[in-house]
């Protein structure tokens, strides 16, 4: 048995193939999926529309299959009644307006789904930025708290206390000045 794991290119999860060998030396790929967490922020909103988009077009479709059988149905009956069948008529309109917009819609949510699906996955956790001074926190980069260098061995810190109790020397005095020199 032979395993191989790898990162699927569009939704960034990690994805572990098996290959196990069956009766009859017949070798069988069992896909597994690892990590499904993997997923951009940008990528799960951009599935998310797309399902919804997807939703409202097929209720536009099933609104639109029955605006049409019932006008199927006033249309069959005799004596048809004109004012009926030019209400159904402009309700299978209006259905196929909203259907034709919700494909629209679908195909805008997929196109943005596969823009955000080409995004690049975020970088880890606690990634450090190529200048040193920011950290991804998996949200937003935050500033990194500046700590100062290390002090050379054998040099001890002093302490707050310390430095205040220290005062300043006075600067030196200027020596007089003469007229001749």
């Known amino acids: 048995m032979a395993n191989h794991a790898l990162t699927c290119p569009v939704c960034h999860s990690s994805l572990l193939i098996a ?18 967490a993997v997923e951009t922020p940008a990528a799960a909103k951009g599935r998310t529309d797309w399902e919804a988009a997807v939703a409202a077009q097929a209720t536009a479709q099933e609104a639109l299959d029955k605006a049409q059988a019932t006008l199927d149905t006033d249309a069959a009956a005799t004596p048809p009644d004109e004012a009926k069948l030019a209400t ?46 920011w950290s991804w926190s998996g949200d937003e980069w935050t500033e990194v708290a500046k700590t100062p260098p290390p002090l050379p061995p054998g040099v001890v810190a002093e302490t707050p206390a310390e430095e205040a109790a220290e005062t300043p020397e006075p600067p030196a005095e200027p020596a007089p000045v003469t007229a001749n020199g």
């Open 19 to 36: 290959h196990n060998t069956s009766l009859g030396g017949v070798v069988e790929d069992n896909l597994v999926l690892l990590d499904s």
């Open 88 to 133: 159904d008529t402009a309700v299978v309109d209006k259905a196929r307006t909203e259907l034709a917009t919700a494909a629209k819609a679908t195909a805008d949510a997929d196109a943005a789904y596969a823009t955000a699906r080409a995004l690049p996955a975020p970088p880890p956790v606690g990634t450090l930025s190529p200048d040193g001074n």
